[in-house]
């Protein structure tokens, strides 16, 4: 009977013990966690939270005009080709002052004048031996009127003067007033971001809560379409997480 005692204490005994082990960390973690956090809520409200991207687009004018007006003038020697420089630019700028650009928007550039012969082998010699690419340079912040002088450079060509075009000297429209729209697009894309941070929200029967981290993307400002350039097309792209409560 004694023994029998003794082998029931032994295995209440042992039973304890890995009673103790297989729910010891169980309830020191349980103790930890609550003495970090005060209470398991916090941990799930902090981890329940949804990032989105929000897009702001605008379209705006261009304020600012680069405008390259290039003729070429060819000669046989140097003095001939001087002469018709000057007189080509004459014309050009009596066009432009038609065109109710002011002269201090006309700035000539320095000519460039190449020696053809030169370049030539044999006998292939140039019918002129110089030509030069003059370029007179239109600043301008009205491009709306930089586009209707670009529509009638025809009269030039009727009246001799031999317009060219070059990856070099293209006309640069220009917006140069980002930072003036620069807050409200993006609290634009902040809005857009809400909106669909509500969607995700509705969807798991959920409230959109405060912002816990935005980043707002680089401004890019291009075109609106080969055919338009005096036309930007503004965006910016914004990635923001909000908190789900």
Known sequence: MKERQLL???LLG?????????????????????GLTGSAGVITSADRKVTVRGLAEREVAANQVLWPLVFQVQAQDLSSLQEQIDQQRELVNAFLLLQGFTPEQIQPVPTQINDREQHAYGEHRPAFRYGADVVILIRSDN????????????????????LTQSYEHMPRFLF???????????????????????QFAE????QVGAILQATQGLFSIEDLD???PEIKRVRVVTNVAFRLE
């Open 203 to 206: 969807d798991s029967d959920s």
């Open 226 to 228: 080969n055919y338009t």
């Open 176 to 198: 140069t007033e980002l930072e003036s729209i620069k807050p409200e697009m993006v609290a634009e894309a902040t809005r857009d971001a809400r909106r669909a941070a509500e």
């Open 14 to 34: 042992i039973l304890f013990i890995f009673s103790a082990i297989i729910l010891g960390p169980s309830l020191l973690g349980t103790h930890i966690r609550d």
């Open 143 to 162: 491009a709306v009127q930089v586009k209707q002088a670009m529509n009638s450079t025809d009269e030039l060509v009727r009246g001799g003067i031999s």
């Open 8 to 10: 029931l204490v032994s």
